[in-house]
Nanobody
Framework: QLQLVEFGGGLVQIGGSLRLSCAASGRTFTSYTMGWFRQAPGKEREFVAAINWSGDSTDYADSVKGRFTISTDNAKNTVYLQMNSLKPEATAVYYC?????????????????????WGQGTQVTVSS
């Protein structure tokens, strides 16, 4: 079993930056893909970014590409999401998730249904 806890949410001004952290406890493997998703009020959960634990593969939603950066610190079992040039539409609850790719004939890091473990979420509010 893997437990995920997100940190770093809060209130930030338009154009500002914020770094989210996701601490994983329990065993982690290089076969895991870690993802960040977000859900705004009244909207469906959407993909933000994903990375393999080895850090050799990343993926971003078009809406955040060039402004957000996902990274891992394997020594700390932590995944980060650095968010720059924040816009009001980034206001949402941000969730960290983990997917074990082992044994999967097919998977997509962009689809939430493939993820096995989820954190409780952290609120990000972008305001003027």
């Amino acid at each position: 079993q893997l437990q995920l806890v997100e940190f770093g949410g809060g209130l930030v001004q338009i154009g500002g930056s914020l770094r989210l952290s996701c601490a994983a406890s329990g065993r982690t493997f290089t076969s895991y893909t870690m993802g960040w998703f977000r859900q705004a009020p009244g909207k469906e959960r959407e993909f933000v970014a994903a990375i393999n634990w080895s850090g050799d593969s990343t993926d971003y939603a078009d809406s955040v590409k060039g402004r957000f950066t996902i990274s891992t610190d394997n020594a700390k079992n932590t995944v980060y999401l650095q968010m720059n040039s924040l816009k009001p539409e980034a206001t949402a609850v941000y969730y960290c998730a983990a997917m074990d790719r082992n044994g999967r004939a097919y998977y997509s890091p962009r689809l939430s249904r493939y993820y096995d473990f989820w954190g409780q979420g952290t609120q990000v509010t972008v305001s003027s």
